[in-house]
Structures are given as C-alpha cells and as structure tokens.
C-alpha cells in the first residue's frame, strides 16, 4: 500500500555503492511519486547535490569517500536538504553522531520497503522523530 502524501516530484538523492541496493532504494522512490538523482560515493554526492539541488538525500553511511564529514558537508552545502542515514553501524553512538550532523533520521539495515516508505513521508512531511 502507497502512502498519501503532497510531495510528488520532489528530488531524492539515492546515494548507495551496491548497485542492486540503490536500483531497488530507487524503484522505492519512484513508486512513492518522487524523483530520483543518483550517485554512488560521497564525492559523487557532493557534485550531484550542486547540479541538482535535492530535496532529500536518502545514504548509507558507510561508502567510498562517506562517513560523518560527509554528513556535514551535505549539511553545509545545503542546510535546508533533509537526510536520512542507513546504516548498519546503528548503534548509539552513530545514531546520536549523526543527527548532532544534522540527520533527520538515521535507519538501522536492514530496513523494511515499509519502514523506508514511511520514513521518506515522515521526514519530507516533517513529522518524522529521531526515536522512530
């Protein structure tokens, strides 16, 4: 089932080095009516965050060129992008590290398609909680 929302095409930024998992995170976009950029490291990010300006940024953390810098150089090249994290370093700490870079919401792998569906919503409606 589809989640109802007022985001349609909108820009995600799927950002993923295994190229089945950023096919299916982006068929996941596709379906929720939003519009998908890709890019495969953090470098790659970088570039496509300045060519086309996306509304999220959907990452793993843990890809070439990746990490917490990383995460705050999205947030400085655009503080108004909302991003989420997945990753499967989910502990404590990385959660609390990467909202302190100003992650909205940090998803622990695997993530279901419904709790990354949902996730998506939540953050662009800004109504998703760190704790979710």
Not at 29 to 45: S, Y
Request: glycine residues 8%; contains cysteine.
């Amino acid at each position: 089932m589809l989640l109802q929302h007022n985001h349609q095409g909108k820009l995600v930024l799927v950002v993923q080095d295994d190229a089945d998992l950023r096919s299916m995170l982006c068929d996941v976009v596709r379906e929720l009516e939003l519009q998908v950029a890709e890019a495969t490291d953090g470098n790659g990010t970088i570039q496509q965050m300045m060519d086309v300006e996306p509304h999220l940024v959907l990452t793993d953390l843990r890809i070439p060129g990746g990490g917490f810098e990383y995460m705050r150089t999205i947030r400085a090249l655009s503080p108004s992008c909302l991003i989420i994290l997945m990753t499967a370093f989910g502990d404590h700490h990385t959660k609390d590290e990467a909202l302190a870079c100003g992650v909205q919401a940090v998803l622990a792998k695997p993530v279901s398609v419904a709790t990354l569906r949902r996730a998506i919503i939540g953050v662009l409606d800004g109504e998703w909680e760190p704790s979710d």
